[in-house]
């Protein structure tokens, strides 16, 4: 058993990695702006993530500390705030663990270092599926934090702090979200910058559990995603069509998804067991 701080433990994402933590036994404390779902089986203090005062006092005693809080995209706030609220964050973490000698370190990154979905100047795959050999091509604030908290891991990683894990995610989502938020999505040619990708949130939780427990050396970054992706039309249709131009890696074959997670599935053991397919349609009129 660890004992773990869980930042951001009451979004979508953090309920989900806390539940899974303190469900194989861990320790948890979550740390967020607001309460847990009701129920929930791990500690909770509500403050800002990026007080370092108060995420060092948290850390103190802890093996690990899994960073979730985040603005998690780069619309409906101005970037200077989502600059500001997500370094703040990342600086509280990293330096937190430093100093409570924690030594493991692990952190929800975003498949949008890669430039993916919101760049502003057009951005074609070099191959897909896409893995940890595209080019970084951040363009957005959001992304750039994202990729900005990755290189600060590494600095950390590399002074000997601690031994860290990014894990890069696309669209998370559950049973209740998709067909609400992605429905719509897919009717939209802008759907091609998703990649098409998301990731059930408990599938992200698996991941967050083997980054906690396994024996990682260094700074492992690497993708996760569903193992289909969130279209109906077959993937190699749809490369053909929005991304022509694009050499495949492998096959398509199916509704396969366009993100790589082979480095996922041999470092931590991480095979994603869920899919919209098998999600219940909502309700008439909804």
Excluded: C
């Amino acid at each position: 058993m660890s004992r773990v701080l869980v930042t951001g433990s009451s979004g979508l994402l953090g309920r989900h990695v806390a539940a899974a933590l303190s469900d194989a036994g861990h320790a948890v404390t979550g740390l967020d702006m607001t309460a847990p779902p009701p129920g929930s089986g791990w500690g909770h203090v509500t403050a800002d993530a990026g007080d370092l005062g108060v995420v060092a006092e948290l850390a103190a005693g802890k093996d690990v500390l899994v960073h979730i809080a985040a603005i998690p995209r780069p619309t409906g706030r101005a970037a200077a705030d989502i600059f500001r609220i997500n370094m703040s964050a990342m600086y509280a973490a990293t330096e937190a663990a430093r100093i409570a000698g924690i030594r493991r370190f692990v952190y929800a990154s975003s498949f949008s270092v890669l430039g993916y979905p919101f760049f502003e100047n057009p951005l074609v795959p070099p191959y897909l599926p896409v893995d940890e050999g595209h080019p970084v091509g951040a363009q957005d604030v959001y992304a750039i934090t994202k990729w900005l908290g990755e290189e600060m891991v590494d600095a950390s990683v590399r002074r000997g702090v601690f031994s860290a894990i990014s894990l890069r995610m696309p669209w998370i989502q559950t049973p209740e979200t998709f067909h609400a938020q992605i429905g719509p999505r897919r009717a939209q040619a802008e759907a091609a910058r998703d990649l098409w990708a998301y990731l059930d949130a408990r599938d992200a939780a698996a991941a967050f559990l083997a980054a906690v427990e396994r024996p990682i050396e260094g700074h492992l970054r690497a993708f996760l995603s569903a193992a289909d992706s969130y279209m109906e039309r077959p993937s190699a249709e749809l490369a053909a069509t929005a991304y022509p131009g694009a050499p495949l890696g492998r096959p398509l074959e199916g509704h396969a998804s366009f993100i790589d997670t082979s480095r996922a599935r041999d470092a931590l053991g991480f095979v994603p067991r869920y899919s919209w397919r098998d999600y219940p349609l909502p309700p008439a009129g909804n």
